[in-house]
DNA sequence: GGATGTGAAAGTGTTCACAGCC
DNA sequence: GGCTGTGAACACTTTCACATCC
């Protein structure tokens, strides 16, 4: 495997065909060739073709990409073979969707903790999970490996948390708040900006006016 | 003004610079250079200086840019200084706390319906907000003039309810659905993949360990 | 024949570095 | 002197087009 630097947008669309091939897998489809899958998810097939090579020759040349095999290998490639355990910090509106929300599972992610300051909101429970104190957070990452951290507080409190988060070992943080943080090198961080999805909504509708 | 093409990451870029300066005129602040609001949210200065220079020339040279001036000329480009009105289908875990979450009236966005196909759900009260039949929808887009469509249905149904919205003159869509959609030319599409965000930090997590 | 894999070309976005102005 | 605004250089990403192989 040659070691390219390999642009993010490439590993934005590999989660998206993974998610693609798992569908067309169910539908008991075989083989698939590079511009079905670029037709299924809106890119061109050369994109597709490059995106894949970055990792490896997984296809025939003349036929396409075997399914179940071309899963296989986008889901090691994302790192989806083995479950990541995470914890959300914030129980307002958005968190606790968010610790309640399937879609994570589907993927092999698990929530092991939510956690929250709020006394009013300590040991609710959110399906089977029960609100902690944060001061429990410590514990519980270290008891269950937790590797992933999602930031669900009040824009004031978020790099307050992002800190504690850090402490604890965690290396991977995705951040809902409307706040940048800074974070060391070894850390990943991705930011969810609900706002800013709308606000870029906002400047093509009013574009389009003008 | 000159029409260049405006870069995507452009437009991100100038929501984050606008709530960073709004967080700066709170604190009374009157000027600013482009080197501080580099720093404070994460990018170079030259970065800053060529965002702002797509619309027009909003700084005074040895000096910086005016805080409040400034905040006024990204809300306008940003197109926030109207309210827009958005619907939301799905009133699942995910659809639920989007109607309640208070980050988006905060930057003048207001939800006026909520919407679902099961009946268990419809009647149910969202602070002030009633969960309608999706049979309602024309009549409230309609009646609010709303143009900002959110979808938080499961995958299976996105495409049919984008096209629904579609059908009822909705210009903006923003899809936390996990699935590709087709729109329309005129409809300007937005995706928040949550499982994707996580599945890039598993990508980066498990890339830290070859 | 047909679809992959891939260098080369085109296109897009970011950084540099400095002229211009306060 | 200091900071903006901007053309030019650079870096990165996508598309093209075709040799390669089943």
Chains 1, 2 share one sequence.
Do not use: C, H
Request: proline share 3%; net charge positive; hydrophobic share 45%.
């Amino acid at each position: 495997m040659k070691t390219l630097k390999i642009p993010e947008a490439t590993i934005i669309r590999l989660s998206v065909y993974s998610r693609y091939m798992a569908q067309i897998k169910r539908k008991g489809i075989v083989t698939i060739s590079s511009g079905e899958i670029a037709r299924g998810v809106g890119v061109s097939s050369a994109q597709v073709r490059k995106d894949l090579a970055y990792f490896g020759e997984f296809g025939t040349r003349g036929v396409g990409y075997n399914v179940g095999e071309l899963y296989g290998y986008l889901m090691k490639i994302l790192g989806l073979t083995t479950q990541w355990k995470l914890v959300i910090v914030g129980a307002g509106k958005l968190g606790s969707a968010l610790a309640m929300y399937g879609g994570f599972a589907e993927r092999g992610f698990k929530v092991v903790g939510i956690f929250d300051n709020d006394p009013r909101k300590i040991g609710q429970k959110l399906d089977n999970l029960e609100i902690m104190d944060i001061s429990q957070l410590p514990k519980i990452v270290e008891a269950n490996e937790a590797k992933i951290g999602i930031i669900a507080v009040p824009a004031e409190e978020a790099q307050e948390v992002t800190n504690i988060l850090i402490k604890n070992g965690l290396k991977a943080i995705l951040n809902f708040s409307p706040r940048v943080l800074s974070v060391p090198d070894d850390v990943v961080l991705r930011n969810v900006d609900l706002s800013v999805n709308l606000e870029i909504l906002s400047f093509y509708l009013d574009a389009q006016k003008r």
